[in-house]
């Protein structure tokens, strides 16, 4: 799991450095877009006419009345309307306004300089402030910014407010006319409704006279009986019937009870003085002749006088309950009575206003609709009242300027930071995507990758860019270590056998560096101690000659015609057991000598006398004696210029070497700039930082050259390196 987890990370942390190498080998596009935009933004900047914005801000609400307030009516409060500002803003923006600005601020004169000294029209006045103005809400309110741009600012001063005014000025405007033309459609209505009601008069009054009805109830009444003498017949008759309910109740309940239950239930139901004294005196005798029956017998005259006088009050309770019963018979019967007249009454009077509504029905409706149409004219009246008063009343306008346009402290346009920045940044971002692009784009050889996955072959070697003749550069070059790894690589890479010592370097196109590989890997394989011989068999264009800075007038084609012996066209160079054989000169009629079989066997006769043969072979794309040359020797090596041929192109030039018969070992990857990639730091620039810089500390401490343990050291980094000793 946890090695999971490690490579991926380490395989994201290769694509982020695959980006930072192509950001570092495309560096002079990004810079070169980088400075022309970034120059071409600043320069343009400050050519641009400086541009100046005022700013004048207006609150605007929706039309409402003045009167309302003042005439006691509650103003009903408008619900939320989404697309009122919006539409504002149309209506600032709009023809009419416009045009007004346009007059306001003489604007057809102010601008008649940009149109060659003549009056601009109305139209293109118009369209060009269109143009120059910006309408806009300030955030979550009903506040509307209003701007103008312009060169001038007293211009742009007065175009902004002239914006906010003369839009003010067309609401109130249109208010007012709304107002007018209301006015005057109420009137007409009033008038035409006047004229309906005096129809409709002159029609009551006729049929009041023709049907005879005196019409004393009033207008607003539909009844000729007065509607307060019914009510009041009904209400007394509800309540002489909950008396008669009441009396009748009772009386039956007394009637229905005993003598002893009706004296002592009466008083209660129905109070009488008389009968309470009565009944109280009674009490008080019972009291008395109780007390004295203890003291006196029966035959006492006190006794028999008080028994005799509670016998009389006992009659005269009696006859008052009676009296008390009859009386209420007698109200109950009364109050019978009286319900029934008073139920009379009322079905009179109704009997008598439903004949009278029955006969006077055509003047009833006729009364009606005549008090509808007062009704409706009065209230004409009174919105014709209200609407005149409030248009004459100071109006406070649904627009309120609020803050008025001043003069521009500072242009505008252009924002020199801003545009700067920008530029920068922009050029930056160009830049940069202009390098992904040509990167993505370029399907030339970039990395090691790119070569193993193209041709299924190893590289041998990473050459770095600008190497020239080591012979120059001197043995301790730091170049050198790269062919020193490529010297290693050919040796064990490739040879199946020790007899296999002649080899070839082709490239695909011209330019490639294969005669420079092949000199300087010639050079280390001479520098370690092998007999060495370079051929140049480039017969097209030889270049050879000039690394040895020799003479190129007889060599191998005077050799391969028979004009000159081996011994004669054998060049001993400066460089210790290397030899150079260079091309020759060419006769036209001699361009397939390479293929002969004479060739053939100087190929055979040169592994013979050195340890390893080198032949310097043109473009395999150009001529056919790269072919020839690959299938005659024991190894080939195909030199890859980094991002210069398309990788097509390097995938042809291998196939026509195996096509051949040719023995190709592995790819050298030439011109690499390790300053700029990254990638192939390891492949040289880590040896030239840490080998050479501490062997120039260890040569300090080594003896004087020339003596045995230096001859000793250099012996040991020979064998480390893998040299073969020559054979003779």
């Not at 946890?2 to 395989?11: A, H, R, V, Y």
Request: charged share 25%; net charge negative.
């Amino acid at each position: 799991m946890d090695k999971t987890s490690g490579l991926e990370q380490s395989s994201d942390k290769l694509h982020i450095l695959d980006y930072w190498r192509i950001i570092r080998v495309r560096i002079a596009t990004i810079l070169l877009v980088f400075l022309l935009t970034a120059i071409t933004t600043t320069v343009v900047t400050f050519l641009i006419p400086p541009t100046y914005m005022s700013l004048s801000r207006i609150a605007v609400e929706k039309d409402t009345s003045d009167i309302a307030p003042l005439m006691g009516v509650q103003a009903s409060q408008s619900s939320f309307d989404p697309y009122f500002i919006s539409t504002e803003f149309e209506k600032i923006q709009s023809q009419i306004v416009l045009d007004a600005v346009v007059a306001t601020c003489e604007l057809r004169e102010e601008w008649k300089d940009d149109n060659g000294g003549e009056a601009l029209t109305e139209l293109r006045a118009r369209k060009r402030l269109e143009k120059i103005i910006d309408v806009s809400q300030y955030r979550n309110t009903s506040i509307i910014e209003l701007r103008a741009y312009d060169g001038d600012e007293n211009l742009a001063r007065e175009i902004a407010q002239a914006l906010a005014e003369e839009y003010k000025n067309y609401r109130s405007k249109l208010q007012k006319g709304r107002v007018e033309a209301g006015i005057g459609k109420l009137k007409e209505r009033m008038e035409k409704t006047n004229d309906e009601i005096s129809v409709m008069q002159a029609k009551v009054d006729a049929l009041r006279v023709k049907l005879g009805i005196s019409d004393a109830a009033g207008e607003d009444s539909y009844s000729i009986v007065e509607p307060e003498i019914v009510r009041r017949y009904e209400s007394e008759l509800i309540t002489a019937k909950s008396l008669y309910t009441q009396q009748a109740t009772l009386l039956q309940g007394l009637q229905e009870q005993s003598s002893e239950e009706l004296r002592n239930s009466i008083l209660t139901a129905y109070p009488d003085a008389q009968l309470d004294a009565l009944v109280r005196e009674y009490q008080t005798g019972q009291t008395t002749l109780a007390n004295k029956s203890i003291d006196l017998g029966e035959g006492h005259p006190t006794i028999k006088s008080l028994r005799a006088a509670l016998q009389s009050f006992e009659a005269q309770i009696e006859n008052r309950i009676q009296g008390i019963l009859a009386g209420l018979d007698l109200r109950v019967k009364s109050s019978l009575a009286q319900v029934k007249e008073l139920q009379k009454a009322v079905d009179n009077a109704k009997s008598k206003e439903a004949k009278i509504q029955e006969e006077g029905r055509e003047y009833f409706d006729a009364k009606r609709k005549l008090s509808n149409t007062t009704r409706m004219r009065d209230t004409i009246l009174f919105r014709i009242m209200q609407e005149e008063v409030d248009l004459d009343l100071p109006k406070e306008s649904s627009v309120e300027i609020i803050d008025k346009a001043d003069n521009p402290i500072r242009p505008v346009r252009p924002n020199i930071t801003l545009n700067i920045v920008l530029g920068v940044i922009v050029g930056l971002i160009l830049g940069v995507g202009l390098a992904f692009f040509i990167e993505y784009l370029d399907t030339s050889v970039k990395t090691i990758d790119d070569v193993e996955r193209a041709l299924n072959t190893a590289v041998l070697g990473v050459i770095p860019q600008n190497v020239g003749s080591l012979v120059d550069e001197g043995e301790e070059s730091p170049h050198a270590e790269a062919y020193r790894v490529l010297r290693t690589n050919i040796l064990f890479a490739g040879r199946q056998s020790e007899d296999q010592t002649t080899f070839t370097v082709v490239s695909g196109g011209a330019g490639e560096g294969k005669t420079t590989t092949m000199f300087n890997l010639a050079v280390i394989f001479a520098q370690l101690g092998d007999r060495i011989l370079v051929i140049d068999s480039d017969l097209r264009r030889p270049s050879m000659h000039r690394y040895f800075k020799v003479s190129n007038s007889i060599g191998l084609t005077n050799l391969l015609l028979g004009q000159n012996t081996v011994e004669e066209v054998v060049q001993i160079t400066d460089i210790p057991n290397l030899h150079f054989i260079p091309s020759g000169k060419l006769p036209s009629s001699s361009m397939g000598v390479l293929s002969s079989s004479k060739m053939k066997g100087f190929v055979a006769d040169m592994k013979s006398r050195y340890d390893y043969v080198f032949f310097d072979a043109p473009p395999i794309m150009g001529v056919s004696d790269a072919s020839v040359l690959a299938s005659a020797v024991d190894l080939c090596v195909l030199v890859v210029q980094y991002r210069k041929y398309p990788q097509l192109m390097t995938q042809r030039a291998k196939e026509m070497v195996t096509k051949v018969g040719g023995n190709l070992v592995g790819v050298v990857l030439n011109n690499i700039n390790i300053s700029q990639d990254s990638y192939y730091y390891y492949y040289s620039g880590y040896y030239y930082d840490n080998y050479y810089k501490s062997r120039e500390n260890e040569e300090e401490s080594l003896p004087e050259k020339g003596s045995d343990q230096e001859k000793s050291i250099t012996n040991e980094s020979a064998d480390r390196d893998g040299s073969v000793k020559p054979k003779y």
